[in-house]
């Protein structure tokens, strides 16, 4: 806002007189009408009988609007609005979004305002706007499958540029909308829009974060082929996309969380990797995502994993794109390099995976950085030998009483912490990806981060329920869905369980974590509540747009029919899980509790409350018992 607007406005508010709202008038547009009866004048007649309705232009991806072209930027300050009457219009219409935009194309489309209920047919609902910019034109988009449909539309303000000092959000979460060119639809993962919009609007919406020439594109693996789509944000320069955020950088990335009907798995992950040391844990942050104009849910703002003061710090090897090699040709190649054990390595352009080989074994491997090698290229050839040698040192039969062999070549605590990450969130993917990342001039690979979670907390049918098989990874490393390869499984095998150096430091760090370092259920109970809250409205809104609730979807081993009992799910599995990972790896439970049981057996097994006097099984109610078998006696809890 210029000075001179904000010296009027500053006089209008110290003679107490506010700007006037009046019902405005434009010239009517929109996207073409499905018959020339449902035409766009229809939603301004004033009558709730006519109706709007868009054209499909492609069936699986309608964004159908229309709206006002107000001549000239007026400040939104009330939107009317009345649903189509027959059928299930007013339902279908939730979620849909309203936008203002300058730019009579609306690639600078902002939303403004959201219908999040359903209204009553046959009457007008007034939406309050509080965003204090001006805009020239606005505009209605119908929410999928409401197909542009709407009965009456008005528009509420007065004239003005408005200022930026607040704008929409659509829940507490930071709320980020973007825009392609044209609102072309995202593809596929490497179908990139340059030339797009990115808005981040946080602090209840007082603050922006704008980028108008970013590219958008979409990506993730498995989680690409769900409807909720995962995206790649490229800003065009490197910048904090929100301010808590620690690295200035281009990539970022909205992770969609489909399968996780709890959302918050890549959390509540995040929150052990960080607890526990990680020497990098990826930034998160809850946001709600609207894309070109309809909403998409509730998504992760995370970093992108990559290369990047405050993400992977190695230093970067800057590589020419003529001749693939180093751009500095005295450069020293021994570092940096970001590289992924990789079940999907082969998707890769030939210089951007190499399998390393050893003795039978071949594991793939994905180079991340640098990027754009070949395979004759002098960076590629090195950390493929390097990887080797980490192989050759770790798999001879020596190691296994040599843990310098294995440290050689290998920071062993990063290794160690993301094994016990992964072991305590029971993520089937750990070792299906595993980033690891050399620097400069040392010789050891340093383990992480942890990343993309969605299968863990027993979210994997093929593994369900990964506490009844009481071992999952660490001791059962016979099962075949979690690795790259089976060499690398050979890896894991021979350091967390034939070489008793390095096991014997596994369980000095997990107990350490469990007695001094808040790896407790409680902690993690309170943490989960507090994301609950958080999410609570976003999540709400992210099932209207996808009832899955009560459906199986992706790997999912069934579902608990609300966001509440898929948060329980976690919770159930995290408070057993630590109990039998105590017991697995060899430490008394900090809680006492040496085993939890959802169903009592009864038979051999005695069961005595806390007096000592004997409760048969199917009086057990929830509570703290010691059971007695052949075996011995515990003490367990029921739920
Ligand atoms: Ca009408």
Redesign the pocket.
Known sequence: MNKFLLFISALLIAFGIDAQETKLTGTIIGVRPNNDNNVAE??F?G??N??FRGDYYNSDYNRLWVGLDLGKEHVITKIGFAPRQDSDYAKKAVLSVFQGANNPDFSDAMPIAMVKEEYEKGKMHYIPVNVSMGFRYVRFMGASGVKGSV??LEFYGYEGVGDDSQFFQVTNLPTVAFNTPNMSEILSKEDKHPGSTVYVISEDGTRIFADYNCQMKGRGNASWNNPKKPFQIKLDKKRNILPDAPAKAKKWTLINNYGDKTLMRNMVSFEMSRLIGMPYTPYIRFVDVIYNGEYEGCYQLCDQVEVNPGRVNVTEIEIDETTHEPVDPNADISGGYLIEIDGYANNEPAGGWFTGNYASYSIPVTIKSPDDLTKASKPYLYIKAHFEKFLANVLSWQAANNVGMIEKYLDLDSFLKYVLVGELNGNTDTFWSTYMSKEVGSDKFVVGPVWDIDLGFNNDNRTYDINKRFIYDYLCLSDNVSYASNGFRDVVRRIIKENPDSRARLKEIWEDMRYNGNWTYGYFDEKIEEWVDEIYESQYLNFVRWPILSSSVHMNPGSRGSFRGEVNAIKEYLLARFVNLDKIIGIKSPSGIEDVVATPEPGVVKYYNLSGIEVSADDLTPGIYIKVDSTGSEKILVK
């Open positions: 229809k939603a007649d009558d709730l006519t109706f009965a009456e």
